[in-house]
């Protein structure tokens, strides 16, 4: 059974950092595409963040380009998204998702992704 469990979230003032981590289990990172996305409150939900292991490849969305950093470890199953000079925009709830057989962050579209996780909450104070 795919699970992925979100944690890390919280509170955060501006300028500050978080880290959140997504622990999976059930596949491997070898043939999947794993993504964080957010959803502010009253907003769509939006991708940040991409890596694929097929491609080596990570892909950010450009209001978090230079801020955030998506990196995985094999090892521990963890993809981690390292959130640096907040923002207060950057409140939401954060998800991380997979998407299994995929060799490349290129194109995908959130349906395409078969597993989330329940969502962390990121406050970011002014």
């Known amino acids: 059974e795919v699970q992925l469990v979100e944690s890390g979230g919280g509170l955060a003032q501006a300028g500050g950092s978080l880290r959140l981590s997504c622990t999976a289990s059930?596949?491997?990172?070898?043939?999947?595409?794993i993504a964080w996305f957010r959803q502010p409150p009253g907003k769509e939900r939006e991708e940040l963040s991409c890596t694929s292991s097929g491609d080596g490849g990570t892909y950010y969305e450009n209001s978090v380009k230079g801020r955030f950093t998506i990196s995985s470890d094999n090892a521990r199953n963890t993809i981690d998204l390292r959130m640096n000079s907040l923002k207060p925009e950057d409140t939401a709830v954060y998800y991380c998702?997979?998407?299994?057989?995929?060799?490349?962050?290129?194109?995908?579209?959130?349906?395409?992704?078969?597993?989330w996780g329940q969502g962390t909450q990121v406050t970011v104070s002014s």
């Open positions: 059930g596949f491997t990172f070898d043939d999947s595409v």
């Open positions: 998702a997979v998407s299994l057989g995929r060799s490349s962050c290129l194109s995908l579209t959130s349906s395409e992704f078969d597993y």
